[in-house]
């Protein structure tokens, strides 16, 4: 196939991929503790052809997806069932899927005491436990570094955990990513704290996200001028042997 019309193809798909997470990026700007995702590519060295020399074609790879690890803001909430993390650390649900990790920290106490995410899924206290507290014993009071009192009482502690997701990270709900391994609990860690009565807004620039999508839609362009170019010189081409 003629290189031209490879690598253009190639750009293509990774273009594709791209607008496909500027896409999920904005329709989340207003999904509590979303992160929003960046698509990074390198250059794949598909062959080479010697001809008086190297002559080295590269293609676009497809691109690996990766997390933006940048705080959102933080929104005022008022209720004692709401939380935010500052600092780079996850709350940590268990759900059917396995250990998911988010920055969404909308949490309910369930009848029978079970802590649990606005999905019903267990939160998990530091040493990976669902959390459970005294349905009856009164609001909960839980301070900076995660430990709950109910009653003037200390009975748990809110796990806050380090992880970092990989490359094709794999998303759980809105604001959840599946754990690829085992999360680790943060313990007396001065720069990561509890905030109750906050949650944490998405971490999406919309407007950085715009001007992403301008750009992409212009080199989808360009990439489409060139691959009609170079189809049109190969038609001239075959034409003039066909003469």
Do not use: C
Not at 85 to 104: C, K, M, S, Y
Request: charged share 20%; glycine share 12%; hydrophobic share 40%.
């Amino acid at each position: 196939m003629n290189d031209g019309l490879t690598v253009g193809l190639s750009a293509q798909l990774a273009l594709e991929k791209r607008l496909t997470t500027i896409a999920s990026n904005i329709a989340n700007t207003r999904t509590v503790g979303f992160r929003a995702a960046e698509v990074k590519f390198e250059d794949l060295i598909a062959r080479q052809r010697v001809i008086e020399g190297v002559n080295t074609v590269a293609y676009a790879s497809d691109g690996a997806e990766f997390a933006n690890t940048e705080s959102g803001a933080l929104e005022n909430t008022g209720s004692p069932l709401d939380f935010a993390i500052n600092g780079e650390a996850w709350f940590a649900l268990e759900t059917p899927a396995g250990i998911a990790v988010t920055r969404d920290g909308r949490f309910t106490v369930r009848g029978d005491g079970a802590v649990v995410s606005l999905a019903g899924h267990p939160v998990l206290d530091p040493g990976g436990a669902p959390l459970e507290v005294n349905p009856a014993g009164g609001r909960l009071d839980v301070g900076a570094d995660g430990f709950i009192r109910q009653d003037g009482n200390q009975i748990g502690a809110l796990g806050v955990f380090a992880y970092q997701p990989g490359a094709d990270f794999v998303r759980h709900g809105d604001s959840g990513i599946l754990v690829d391994g085992e999360p680790q609990p943060i313990v007396d860690a001065p720069d990561v704290t509890v905030v109750q009565g906050y949650v944490e807004q998405s971490n999406v620039d919309p407007v950085e996200e715009l001007t992403q999508l301008i750009m992409v839609q212009r080199s989808f362009e360009n990439t489409n001028a060139m691959i009609r170019d170079t189809e049109d010189s190969m038609t001239k081409l075959i034409n003039a042997f066909h003469r």
